[in-house]
């Protein structure tokens, strides 16, 4: 098969910083075939170890590789995250939810949120609301596969009943919170302790040594004793999953003075104090992902882990986040909201997509047969029956994510090429002011995007709504009365900037649909 010559650099991570195309001619089968000879060396030996990290509310644009690719303002410093996505492949189509249930319960199940009734918001502070209990997770199989599992940090997949919790859901043991956001120090949400430490085979209990404790370092911590204790135990034939699923940069807006002191306060004005604190907080989640990589690397099995790093959703501006040059942000179904910033980097990964760009279509719910079946090599018949549930009355559906492990340790495209973004039936989007046009949708069929209905909050002059993600907006005046926080030209505007969606007509209709082309 010919293919534009732009599509083989792209793949090779040639000319793809600024996600150039440069097709426009066809490459001979000899050229084809010179090219194609770069992909003979093999990968890194199959990962015996998966470190698996999640960033709760990342913007695309806040780590320091991103300014030279999108030549935006200066991000936080991330020398940590930049070595790894420097040395790995950067995932520029990399696709989650728009806010961060919904993201948590498609990673763990490799399923749609709609698929899965997850689909309308976050689970916060004991909701009644949690990841159907007939469903393996990615934990599930690869511990009955002989893989010893840990997860950290924020859960938010379901808290009401103990088999909703980490430890019930194939994770043989649990340090972190359940709830969908905490104090950093304190660990109160609302009159509530929340920080756990859980075990598959024995007690589950609050964890009041972690009482004062920076969240980020905790979560730390845990993650270094964890793994040096499973090495000890088991030695080199011991296979391990560390999904290590930070609160931070999440609000609130937390985080000790040193990380915003010196480099964040160079780079980000006074006049940006949110700006400034998420730059602290980033500084300290990169410092935390440097401390665990280099604790992999005394153990003597990093040239062993596969590491993944990933955002849950778009970064929120009014905490501090930029999406650029993505429109949108958190809670929207723009780019800016459930585009995330991730890489790959580590064993199995082929040697000729080391340090490059893909702009291949992948979707957060490939992570589960990916893992599982690619990475693994474990069977996934299982999941015609699920898990034992008397009680469950949804069915096991299919899953929804592909394995997409021949992409990272081949070289191949896409297994992929449509990924359902949104869906939201009958409910108003969440936090509106308004609810003329029940549910919202987005769907990505190559390089097209369809929206339909609300994609995120629309105020208007009548409205009573004032709050620092979405400032009161009167339709008759395009422009918001009030900005909580003066953003740059070139980096995402707060949440309700022209267009994202329309205004009524003076007839009082809505504009339904939108169709976008994705360059």
Same mark, same amino acid.
């Given at each position: 098969e010919s293919r534009g010559l732009g599509d083989v650099y792209k793949r090779q991570g040639i000319n793809a910083e600024y996600g150039d195309d440069v097709g426009g001619f066809m490459v001979s089968q000899l050229e084809l075939l010179s090219l194609l000879l770069v992909m003979v060396p093999g990968s890194a030996g199959s990962p015996k170890h998966i470190l698996f990290f999640v960033i709760d509310d990342y913007g695309y644009a806040d780590a320091s590789y991103k300014r030279t690719m999108y030549n935006g303002t200066n991000p936080p410093p991330t020398p940590a995250i930049d070595q790894l996505a420097m040395g790995g492949v950067r995932m520029e189509s990399h696709y989650v939810n728009k806010v961060c249930s919904p993201t948590r319960t498609a990673l763990l199940s490799g399923r749609y949120a709609y698929t899965n009734g997850m689909d309308d918001g976050v689970i916060v502070d004991g909701e009644n609301i949690d990841m159907p209990l007939n469903l393996r997770t990615v934990a599930d199989y690869l511990r009955d596969g002989g893989w010893n599992t840990s997860a950290y940090g924020k859960w938010d997949a379901g808290m009401t009943t103990w088999g909703?919790?980490? @430890?019930?859901?194939?994770?043989?043991?649990?340090?972190?919170?359940?709830?969908?956001? +905490?104090?950093?120090?304190?660990?109160?949400?609302?009159?509530?302790?929340?920080?756990?430490?859980?075990?598959?085979?024995?007690?589950?209990?609050?964890?009041?040594?972690?009482?004062?404790?920076?969240?980020?370092?905790?979560?730390?911590?845990?993650? =270094?004793?964890?793994?040096?204790? $499973?090495? $000890?135990? &088991?030695?080199? $034939?011991?296979?391990?999953?560390?999904?290590?699923?930070?609160?931070? /940069?999440?609000?609130?807006?937390? /985080?000790?003075?040193?990380?915003? =002191?010196?480099?964040?306060?160079?780079? *980000?004005?006074?006049?940006?104090?949110?700006?400034? *604190?998420?730059?602290?907080?980033?500084?300290?989640?990169?410092?935390?992902?440097?401390?665990?990589?280099?604790?992999?690397? #005394?153990?003597? *099995?990093?040239?062993?882990?596969?590491?993944?790093?990933?955002?849950?959703?778009?970064?929120?501006?009014?905490?501090?986040?930029?999406?650029?040059?993505?429109?949108?942000?958190?809670?929207?179904?723009?780019?800016?909201?459930?585009?995330?910033?991730?890489?790959?980097?580590?064993?199995? /990964?082929?040697? +000729?997509?080391?340090?490059?760009?893909?702009?291949?279509?992948?979707?957060?719910?490939?992570?589960?047969?990916?893992?599982?079946?690619?990475?693994?090599?474990?069977?996934? @018949? #299982?999941?015609?029956?699920?898990?034992?549930?008397? @009680?469950?009355?949804?069915?096991?559906?299919?899953?929804?994510?592909?394995?997409?492990?021949?992409?990272?340790?081949?070289?191949?495209?896409?297994?992929?090429?449509?990924?359902?973004?949104?869906? =939201?039936?009958?409910?108003?989007?969440? &936090?509106?002011?308004?609810?003329? /046009?029940?549910?919202?949708?987005?769907l990505r069929v190559g390089d097209w995007k369809l929206l339909h209905g609300h994609q995120g909050m629309y105020g208007t002059e009548s409205s009573s709504k004032m709050n620092s993600d979405c400032v009161e907006r009167d339709v008759n005046n395009p422009q918001p009365k009030a900005i909580p926080f003066p953003v740059p030209a070139n980096q995402t505007n707060p949440w309700c900037p022209l267009g994202w969606t329309p205004p009524p007509r003076a007839d009082g209709k809505y504009q339904l649909l939108s169709l976008i082309h994705i360059s």
């Open positions: 909703s919790t980490p @430890s019930c859901r194939g994770f043989e043991f649990y340090n972190g919170f359940y709830s969908a956001a +905490s104090d950093y120090f304190s660990h109160m949400v609302g009159p509530g302790y929340d920080f756990h430490e859980d075990r598959a085979n024995g007690p589950k209990g609050i964890d009041l040594v972690a009482a004062g404790e920076y969240t980020t370092m905790r979560v730390t911590t845990a993650v =270094q004793s964890w793994i040096s204790e $499973q090495m $000890q135990r &088991g030695g080199n $034939q011991t296979k391990t999953f560390a999904y290590v699923a930070h609160e931070a /940069v999440h609000g609130p807006l937390e /985080v000790p003075a040193e990380y915003v =002191q010196g480099e964040c306060e160079v780079i *980000i004005p006074e006049s940006h104090p949110a700006r400034r *604190i998420y730059c602290g907080m980033v500084r300290a989640m990169d410092e935390s992902v440097r401390n665990i990589t280099e604790t992999y690397k #005394a153990l003597g *099995i990093w040239e062993d882990t596969l590491l993944i790093l990933t955002g849950d959703n778009g970064g929120q501006p009014s905490e501090g986040g930029s999406n650029y040059p993505l429109r949108g942000n958190k809670a929207t179904t723009f780019e800016g909201g459930v585009r995330s910033l991730a890489l790959v980097h580590g064993a199995g /990964v082929h040697d +000729s997509l080391l340090g490059s760009v893909n702009h291949e279509l992948f979707h957060v719910t490939d992570w589960l047969p990916t893992l599982v079946a690619g990475v693994a090599g474990l069977d996934l @018949s #299982a999941n015609a029956t699920g898990r034992h549930c008397p @009680s469950c009355s949804r069915e096991v559906m299919a899953l929804d994510g592909v394995n997409q492990w021949g992409m990272l340790s081949e070289g191949k495209l896409s297994a992929r090429t449509e990924v359902l973004l949104d869906l =939201q039936a009958s409910a108003c989007n969440q &936090g509106g002011s308004v609810c003329n /046009v029940p549910g919202s949708g987005a």
